[in-house]
C-alpha cells in the first residue's frame, strides 16, 4: 500500500475496482468508486491511469456513467501494445485506478442548443459519453427523442450498447422516458447484420433517415454528437455540415458537438 501511495501524483485520486465484465477479447468494462469530491458532467471524460511505475501513463477515457451515479464506470478497448489499455484490461476488483481530479469534454448538454432530435453518432467505445448522455434527466429535457447510433465490425461487439438500451429503459430514474424517445441504432460493417454499413454511408445516402422515418437532419430541429476514431469524426463532421449544422463549444453552443480525445 505504501508503495501505491508512493506512486500517486497530486491532484490525483486512487480508487477502488468494484466490478469488470468482459465482453469480447478487444472490449470490456469496468467501474471504480467514485470520491465525493468529483464532479462532473455527463459526456465529459477524464485522465486515467495505473500505480504500476514511478511515472504513471494517463490516457483520456469517456465516463460512461451519468452524473449522479455512485460509481464511475468506464467502457475501453484491448490493446496488446497500448502503454496504459495493455495492462488495464487485466485489472481486477480491488486494484487502484488513478484517475485525475478535473474532467473536461464537449459532448455535453450544455454545448448544444435545445432542438428536437439528438443524434449520437458512435463507433466502437466511442459510446461511452453517450452512455452517461442517455442515463441523465436532463437529455430527455431538453430533447424530444434521442438516436443512439453505435457502428462496430462485428456483431458480438454491440453486446455494450443492447445491455446499456435494456438497463436504461428499465431505470426509475429515466426509463419512463427512455422507452417513449430513445432510439437504438445499431449497426455491423464486418459481419451479416439486420442493419449493415458505416454510419457515415448510411448518412450519406440517407437510408438511416428511411430507416427512422424521420426527416433529413436540418439545423432548425435537429442536433448531434459525434465520437469515434479520427476518420469517422472527421467525415461525420463533414457530412453534418453538408446538411447545415454548424459545430459548437462549452463556450459557444451550436447544432453539433464532436469529441477529439482517445484512448491508446
Given at each position: 500500500?505504501?508503495e501505491?501511495?508512493?506512486?500517486?501524483?497530486?491532484g490525483?485520486?486512487?480508487?477502488?475496482v468494484?466490478?469488470?465484465?468482459?465482453?469480447?477479447?478487444?472490449?470490456?468494462k469496468?467501474?471504480?468508486?467514485?470520491?465525493s469530491?468529483?464532479?462532473?458532467?455527463?459526456?465529459?471524460?477524464?485522465?486515467?491511469?495505473?500505480?504500476n511505475?514511478?511515472k504513471p501513463?494517463?490516457?483520456?477515457?469517456?465516463i460512461a456513467?451519468?452524473?449522479?451515479?455512485?460509481e464511475?464506470?468506464?467502457?475501453?478497448i484491448?490493446?496488446?501494445g497500448?502503454p496504459?489499455?495493455?495492462h488495464l484490461?487485466k485489472i481486477?476488483?480491488?486494484?487502484?485506478?488513478?484517475?485525475?481530479?478535473?474532467?473536461?469534454?464537449?459532448?455535453v448538454?450544455?454545448?448544444?442548443?435545445?432542438?428536437?432530435r439528438?443524434?449520437?453518432f458512435?463507433?466502437?467505445?466511442g459510446?461511452?459519453?453517450?452512455a452517461s448522455?442517455?442515463?441523465?434527466?436532463?437529455?430527455?429535457?431538453?430533447?424530444?427523442q434521442?438516436?443512439?447510433c453505435?457502428?462496430?465490425?462485428?456483431?458480438?461487439?454491440?453486446?455494450?450498447?443492447?445491455?446499456?438500451i435494456?438497463?436504461?429503459?428499465?431505470?426509475?430514474?429515466?426509463?419512463?422516458?427512455?422507452?417513449?424517445n430513445l432510439?437504438?441504432?445499431?449497426?455491423?460493417t464486418?459481419?451479416?447484420?439486420?442493419?449493415m454499413?458505416?454510419i457515415?454511408?448510411?448518412?450519406?445516402?440517407?437510408?438511416i433517415?428511411?430507416?427512422l422515418?424521420?426527416?433529413?437532419?436540418?439545423?432548425e430541429?435537429?442536433?448531434?454528437m459525434?465520437?469515434?476514431?479520427?476518420?469517422?469524426?472527421?467525415?461525420?463532421?463533414?457530412?453534418?455540415?453538408g446538411?447545415?449544422?454548424?459545430?459548437?463549444?462549452?463556450?459557444?453552443p451550436?447544432?453539433?458537438?464532436?469529441e477529439?480525445?482517445?484512448?491508446?
Open positions: 500500500m505504501n501505491i501511495k508512493s506512486n500517486i501524483p497530486a490525483v485520486y486512487a480508487e477502488k468494484t466490478s469488470v465484465t468482459h465482453y469480447t477479447k478487444s472490449l470490456f469496468f467501474r471504480i468508486t467514485r470520491p469530491s468529483f464532479r462532473f458532467r455527463s459526456g465529459e471524460f477524464v485522465m486515467i491511469g495505473l500505480p511505475s514511478e501513463i494517463f490516457r483520456a477515457y469517456s456513467s451519468p452524473s449522479w451515479d455512485e464511475i464506470e468506464f467502457y475501453s484491448k490493446v496488446e497500448g496504459l489499455t495493455k484490461q481486477s476488483i480491488g486494484d487502484i485506478v488513478l484517475m485525475r481530479q478535473k474532467s473536461t469534454g464537449t459532448l448538454n450544455d454545448a448544444l442548443l435545445p432542438g428536437k439528438l443524434y449520437l458512435s463507433t466502437g467505445t459510446i461511452a459519453p453517450f448522455l442517455i442515463q441523465d434527466p436532463e437529455t430527455y429535457e431538453k430533447f424530444d434521442i438516436i443512439l453505435h457502428t462496430c465490425r462485428e456483431v458480438s461487439e454491440l453486446k455494450y450498447s443492447f445491455e446499456l435494456k438497463k436504461v429503459k428499465s431505470d426509475p430514474l429515466v426509463g419512463y422516458f427512455a422507452k417513449k432510439i437504438h441504432y445499431p449497426t455491423v464486418q459481419e451479416n447484420y439486420i442493419k454499413g458505416r457515415t454511408t448510411l448518412l450519406e445516402s440517407r437510408e433517415f428511411k430507416d422515418g424521420f426527416p433529413i437532419m436540418n439545423p430541429t435537429d442536433r448531434g459525434i465520437c469515434g476514431s479520427m476518420s469517422m469524426l472527421n467525415d461525420t463532421k463533414s457530412l453534418l455540415e446538411l447545415g449544422l454548424d459545430e459548437g463549444s462549452n463556450s459557444r451550436s447544432t453539433f458537438v464532436v477529439r480525445a482517445f484512448v491508446s
